[in-house]
């Protein structure tokens, strides 16, 4: 077979993932490419060669071809503007049309290599920078008129990588935009070519996760659906797969355990064998969300380490963050308190090395932090599911499986009063997470963000912040609590995801479809008045409850305002809630 030939083989199968083949046939052609003496298909080489190793993770090949594409291409640009030497353009046999042709196609295959590069890297500043050149890179000249549908789809595939990085980074607010173009791009019939084929099934996976991590579970399956039958279509096993697992993600959600097994382990040994580490890991994580759900407290710990160990190996701090999280549940339910909290302060410093961590991601954290204090403290208490750290794995699992909820521990005992002292610690941590998150969603001012917000985000955290104020007997902080949300509003799940208990969300919570920057600037001041109204959007002033004493939570939402920067309230004269 002909070069070109060989190229158009090695593009084949690089849409087909098999990038290991794709790239030793690629290495392969290069000597012989070389002899030929022609810059334009070393061109292609390089460029084929660096968007595999975008795919592979390998940014050291995506940042060296990219590079070598552009000392090449300005070769022929001094050429066609005089400034070459004699040397130079002795060697060149290409007519100024080709060469502008040559200048042309490749200086835009080297600015998509150079903004997936800089998506992947987390530098998603300068890939929105280079995604406005390589937008600004088009002509109507009809000398270029067959570059057309390859601008096209490197254009569309650029905004994918950005989309999926920022996702990538929790930052899915900042994704909208680039996914609204992306929908809009492959949304239509198609030509039936791989590469329009291709980006179906990579932007229809990858919005679909999107939706899945945003709360819009319906708008992912017709995506999913649709990916998977193109996939299917061309016999792309890992597309396929890839889809298994996102529809997987979706059944969790929806507290299908069964769906959720069957479809990861009919996922996992096609992505395993095509070696997609973040993937693999995810898979690894569902493999031990549903282990832990029956009972299986030492094998979800293993397969917890497993998806730890590759999310290292990919440095991606905030993953690593969330997968200790998971783990240090396992920790809890073993009684062994001190490495759940040695595991959360190692993700702590995950966040503090992010650059991409938000103080939401800090407020789920001391949250979680208080989950291990209350657990401490139930232990204390004679809670029957208490782990001993003792225990091994047979007997920790039975205790699991077997416990009944019931404490047994006498009042006024030092137990019970080390207790009280541990779920006072427990509240100092998750009371003022809660009401910190709380607050955003009164200043989100559409109704459905707000929804989301309140039952994905919010919820949770006021649940367990109510759990442990009731448990701690607190009588006076727990009417300060009611009577708070009395006017703020509920913190009730809707019925569907009330069953959802407390270990399954850490890792797998939704995404707010809400820009951290702005969540961060919550208004304090007074709301804009629009006529007369008996409701209001936006916090609330202090509320006072008893005449003889300050407003109601003044510690913890002053806590809230010094950890996260939240207002709970605004700063106008409180309300009395007495006649």
């Avoid at 012989?32 to 060669?49: C, G, K, N, P, V």
């Avoid at 569309?156 to 990085?165: E, G, L, Q, S, V």
């Avoid at 282990?291 to 730890?308: F, I, K, N, S, T």
């Avoid at 459905?448 to 917000?453: D, L, N, P």
Wanted: some cysteine; overall charge negative.
């Amino acid at each position: 077979m002909s070069i070109p030939g060989e190229l158009e083989r090695a593009r084949h199968l690089a849409l087909a993932a098999d990038e290991p083949a794709a790239k030793d046939l690629l290495l392969s052609l290069m000597p012989e490419i070389e002899q030929t003496d022609r810059d334009d298909l070393q061109l292609e080489t390089l460029a084929q060669l660096g968007e595999l190793y975008l795919v592979r993770t390998a940014y050291d090949g995506v940042r060296e071809g990219a590079t070598r594409i552009r000392e090449c291409l300005a070769a022929y640009s001094s050429i066609l503007d005089g400034t070459a030497t004699p040397e130079v353009v002795a060697k060149s046999t290409m007519t100024d049309a080709d060469a502008r042709h040559l200048i042309r196609r490749y200086s835009r295959r080297a600015q998509f290599l150079e903004i997936g590069l800089a998506a992947a890297l987390g530098d998603h500043e300068g890939a929105a920078a280079a995604l406005e050149v390589l937008d600004g890179m088009t002509s109507d000249d009809a000398a270029f008129a067959d570059l057309r549908d390859e601008y096209a789809y490197l254009c569309t595939y650029a905004r994918i990588n950005c989309a999926t990085a920022l996702c990538d980074d929790d930052l899915h607010v900042r994704s909208v935009p680039l996914w609204q173009r992306v929908i809009a791009d492959i949304d239509g019939p198609g030509n039936g070519s791989e590469s329009t084929d291709n980006l179906l099934v990579l932007g229809g996976i990858g919005y679909a996760r999107f939706c899945i991590e945003t709360g819009a579970l319906d708008e992912a399956e017709p995506w999913l659906r649709r990916a998977g039958a193109r996939a299917e279509a061309r016999k792309w096993p890992l597309a396929i797969a890839r889809t298994q697992l996102e529809r997987a993600t979706i059944c969790w959600s929806r507290g299908e355990q069964l769906a959720t097994e069957a479809l990861v382990r009919e996922a996992y040994p096609v992505i395993a064998e095509y070696l997609r580490a973040n993937d693999v890991s995810r898979c690894w994580l569902y493999f031990g969300l549903y282990r832990m759900a029956a009972g299986g407290l030492q094998v979800a710990d293993e397969c917890w380490e497993h998806a730890e160990r590759h999310w290292r190996e990919l440095g991606k701090p905030l993953h690593i963050h969330r997968i200790l999280l998971q783990r240090s549940w396992i920790a809890i339910f073993r009684g062994r308190y001190q490495d759940a909290t040695a595991m959360i302060e190692q993700a702590r410093a995950c966040l503090d090395e992010s650059p991409r961590s938000s103080w939401l991601a800090y407020a789920r954290l001391d949250d979680h932090l208080g989950s291990v204090w209350r657990a401490d403290a139930l232990a204390d208490l004679g809670f029957d599911g208490a782990g001993d750290p003792d225990e091994d794995w047979p007997a920790a699992e039975e205790r699991y499986r077997s416990a009944q909820g019931v404490m047994h521990a006498e009042p006024g005992s030092p137990a019970y009063l080390t207790a009280m002292d541990k779920l006072a610690r427990a509240a100092d941590l998750k009371l003022p997470a809660a009401l910190a998150v709380d607050s955003v969603r009164y200043a989100i001012t559409e109704p459905g963000a707000r929804a989301q917000w309140a039952e994905c985000v919010a919820a949770p955290l006021l649940a367990g912040a109510f759990s442990v104020v009731w448990e701690s007997e607190n009588r006076e902080l727990t009417s300060e609590l009611i009577e708070y949300h009395s006017a703020r509003g509920t913190f009730s799940a809707e019925s569907g995801q009330a069953e959802v208990i407390e270990w399954s969300r850490v890792a797998t919570a939704p995404a707010p479809i809400s820009d951290m920057d702005e969540l961060a600037q919550v208004a304090a001041g007074p709301p804009v008045q629009s006529g007369p109204s008996l409701t209001r959007l936006g916090p609330l002033p202090p509320m006072q409850m008893d005449p003889t004493s300050g407003p109601v939570l003044e510690r913890y939402r002053k806590l809230a305002l010094d950890r996260y920067g939240q207002h709970v309230t605004t700063d106008e004269v409180a309300w009395s809630t007495w006649p």
